[in-house]
């Protein structure tokens, strides 16, 4: 079910007959057009502008400064991120984290919402329930995530430590700084994993099955012929998911909010942003530095992937 | 061909990258918090008589929870009998109130708002947001304490906020634990620390602990601050006047370090509704909290509920110290009926707004020296007896001192310490470095 709309909205590739009908409605309808055009070009664009081009640049300019959103904000050119990086100690815990987190979703995530998507695609018995059980977390917010991830790891009335019969000596998985975001992350993937499986389930979908006859033709073997040529043929769903692993590493922000707001072991700079900025703290130049630093973050690993991507193409 | 299917989740990431930006620019966007803050509040308006324009007075709340908030509808409702004032209450959730409170304040706040005593309200005050109400204290000046006019006044001098009640903070424990094994309440720090070792060979926890939000061991360092080096240098510390690196308060970490095996362990993990569990269920032997913590008692347990001031460290100053919160209000700046707001404190801080007030509560104390004590249970009376004999009332820490310091600072530094209590040299270095930028920037 959950894989039907992606599948059906599949758009044609657009090809030069397309474009060119377009252009010659264009002159047709010229006059009458334009504003309609201007209207609903212009409203994006200025929303575009307005919401996160301005925002943005807004926040860059508010890093250099110390304000609180009432008194007149006041000049302090870098001190923000050198007292970032010198004395906050959250920050560093929270890099760290926020690499933890691109690392397992990159390295166990992925991999593992491959794995079910390869598995499902094999149309075994009971696929359609499999697929909504893997699916289920990606719908549910990660708040909920988090939520029912205190149920389970609770130290005092948690499932997890009655199931290991540590009844009278508890692990605080959530309590303890050292284990906590490990257990955090264990939701994360049980999560990530369905979100990755549908988007590799719908693209294995879409493989044309004269593909992987031709290989075993070939006499390839189903891992030959998963690797060399089903695999490939995926690369854009590849650069979706590894640009989406990218993002949801760098955003997560909800989880942690919801189990201890992010705090003792479970910093993330999305959260940093936040207990600096929207809290009653108000040290809004602090925050920004904070977020400009996740920006430039998120920005150097997209670009750097997609330059890389586009340079392949080119080849 | 399998080019389509990517197509479709290509525009996945578009969402994504807005999202992120947006999050980066938490700053800007968070100025139109107030729209949505005034959004949610929910109209309790009682209605009726349109009158006069000045007979009608806007309220913002954050008494959220169902009981007190039937309880402030109730005052409104006396105010309209008895006054004839229309009070629309605006009442948003308690967290958000205080995390939106600064733009809450500059963006269209309503005449009078619900508000914390202490250096949490001169910071307002001192931004000048919040309107001088000296003529109300004219009115109702005689039947508060010195120690709780003290807690409304500005740093400017002037009057700011009308105290409606407080609660102490001390430690609780069940009467009929402490009869069962003969324990007796301990006077000083070394009494205390023999009866925690006597009550964890009898297999209990000598006392409950909860941090897992963070603010509630800032009670523990309050208690032991105070009692360690006086209220004097507490609250010189928490305006940012003493130094984090100043040998007295390394001493008050060597002292709870001492005590934290006495603690509760795995506290980091644990909200205090749980730890005040262990103490209905006397798997706790005392609890170090507020008087709210008989909430988590049925009807049934409370007369078995009792307390102890914090026991003497020094001598000097023994247990003088009392922190009892007080909770109250104050007029926004931009009040758009400022004579009606006035003659809504006036009656606020009247012994008859109160006493409607605490019908509905069974743990806070009127703040109104005449506020009826005939209706207070056990715990309440003996709370208005402990806080009306304290030489000096501290707020809390985090009502004391700055709100950005006690969030982003104190909040993770405590709880490092009570991960690893051996590296305190290391920590409160950091807290002084981080504690001056924060005040010398002012905010």
Redesign the interface.
């Known amino acids: 079910m959950t894989s039907s709309p992606l599948t059906a909205e599949a758009p044609a590739p657009q090809t030069t007959p397309v474009r060119g009908r377009r252009r010659v409605r264009l002159r047709r309808y010229g006059r009458r057009d334009i504003p309609v055009l201007v209207v609903l070009l212009g409203i994006p664009v200025l929303l575009d502008l307005a919401l996160i081009w301005a925002t943005t640049v807004a926040s860059i300019g508010l890093s250099f400064t110390s304000y609180n959103g009432v008194t007149a904000i006041k000049w302090v050119g870098l001190r923000n991120y050198e007292q970032i990086f010198t004395i906050y100690l959250p920050f560093w815990t929270a890099v760290r984290n926020n690499l933890l987190w691109l690392g397992v979703l990159g390295l166990v995530a992925t991999p593992l919402g491959l794995f079910f998507a390869v598995l499902l695609d094999k149309q075994i018995r009971f696929t359609r329930v499999y697929q909504s059980i893997f699916y289920m977390p990606v719908v549910l917010s990660l708040a909920v995530v988090g939520f029912i991830a205190q149920l389970i790891y609770s130290r005092d009335y948690g499932v997890l430590n009655s199931l290991l019969g540590r009844g009278s000596h508890p692990i605080d998985w959530l309590g303890d700084s050292k284990i906590n975001i490990w257990a955090v992350l264990v939701a994360a993937v049980w999560r990530h994993a369905g979100y990755v499986m549908i988007l590799y389930l719908a693209g294995l979908k879409a493989v044309d099955p004269a593909l992987k006859e031709a290989a075993v033709i070939d006499g390839a073997n189903e891992r030959q012929t998963f690797f060399r040529v089903v695999f490939p043929t995926l690369r854009p769903i590849n650069i979706i998911v590894v640009v989406i692993t990218v993002i949801e590493a760098l955003r997560a922000f909800d989880i942690v909010y919801a189990i201890n707001s992010g705090r003792n072991g479970l910093e993330l700079l999305s959260v940093l942003v936040t207990a600096n900025i929207v809290g009653e703290a108000s040290r809004i130049g602090f925050g920004s530095a904070i977020a400009v630093i996740l920006l430039a973050t998120s920005i150097g690993f997209v670009i750097a992937y997609l330059t890389q991507i586009i340079r392949e193409d080119r080849q | 061909?399998?080019?389509?299917?990517?197509?479709?989740?290509?525009g996945?990431?578009m969402t994504?990258?807005?999202?992120?930006?947006?999050?980066?620019?938490?700053?800007?966007?968070?100025f139109a918090?107030p729209a949505a803050l005034a959004a949610c509040g929910k109209s309790d308006t009682g209605s009726g008589s349109g009158g006069s324009t000045n007979k009608n007075v806007t309220f913002g709340s954050n008494y959220s929870d169902d009981v007190p908030k039937k309880a402030i509808a109730d005052v409104m409702a006396k105010m309209q009998s008895d006054k004839g004032y229309t009070v629309k209450v605006n009442t948003v959730d308690h967290n958000s109130f205080?995390?939106n409170?600064?733009?809450y304040l500059?963006g269209s706040p309503d005449d009078v708002f619900t508000w914390f005593a202490g250096f949490r309200m001169q910071y307002f005050a001192a931004?000048?947001?919040a309107t001088p109400i000296d003529d109300v204290w004219q009115t109702i000046g005689a039947n508060y304490s010195d120690a709780f006019k003290k807690a409304s006044t500005g740093q400017d001098g002037k009057m700011y906020f009308v105290p409606f009640y407080n609660y102490p903070w001390a430690l609780f424990y069940r009467k009929s634990v402490f009869e069962a094994k003969g324990y007796q309440i301990p006077k000083t720090i070394d009494e205390f620390k023999t009866l925690c070792a006597k009550i964890k060979t009898d297999g209990m926890v000598p006392i409950g602990f909860a941090d897992?939000?963070?603010w509630p061991a800032f009670g523990t360092f309050d208690q032991l601050n105070m009692r360690m080096n006086g209220y004097d240098f507490h609250v010189a510390l928490m305006a940012g006047k003493q130094s984090w690196t100043d040998p007295k308060v390394k001493n008050v970490f060597d002292l709870w370090a001492g005590l934290l095996p006495y603690h509760q362990?795995?506290?980091?993990?644990?909200t205090w509704q749980?730890a005040a569990q262990g103490l209905v269920s006397k798997q706790s032997a005392m609890y170090l909290l507020g008087s709210f913590v008989a909430q988590q008692f049925q009807p049934a347990d409370l007369p078995d509920l009792d307390f102890f001031a914090f026991p003497e460290v020094d001598s000097q100053y023994g247990q003088d110290a009392v922190e009892a919160p007080i909770d109250g209000f104050m007029i926004s700046h931009k009040a758009k009926n400022v004579a009606g707001a006035k003659e809504l404190l006036k009656f606020l801080g009247s012994a008859d707004a109160q006493n409607v007030y605490l019908k509905s509560d069974p743990s806070d104390v009127g703040a109104n020296k005449q506020a009826d004590a005939s209706g207070y249970n056990a715990i309440q009376k003996k709370a208005a007896t402990f806080i009306g004999e304290a030489k000096q009332i501290s707020q809390f820490l985090d009502r004391d001192s700055n709100?950005?310091f006690a969030?982003?600072v104190a909040?993770?530094?405590f709880?490092?310490f009570i991960?690893s209590p051996g590296d305190i040299d290391s920590l409160l270095k950091?807290v002084d470095?981080?504690a001056k930028?924060?005040y010398a920037?002012?905010?």
């Open positions: 061909m399998s080019r389509s299917p990517a197509d479709r989740p290509g996945l990431p994504s990258r807005r999202s992120i930006l947006r999050g980066a620019l938490a700053g800007a966007s968070a918090v205080q995390e409170i600064t733009r500059q931004q000048g947001l897992k939000d963070g362990p795995g506290s980091l993990g644990r749980d709100p950005t969030s982003t909040i993770p530094a709880q490092q991960n950091n470095a981080q930028s924060i920037a002012g905010n």
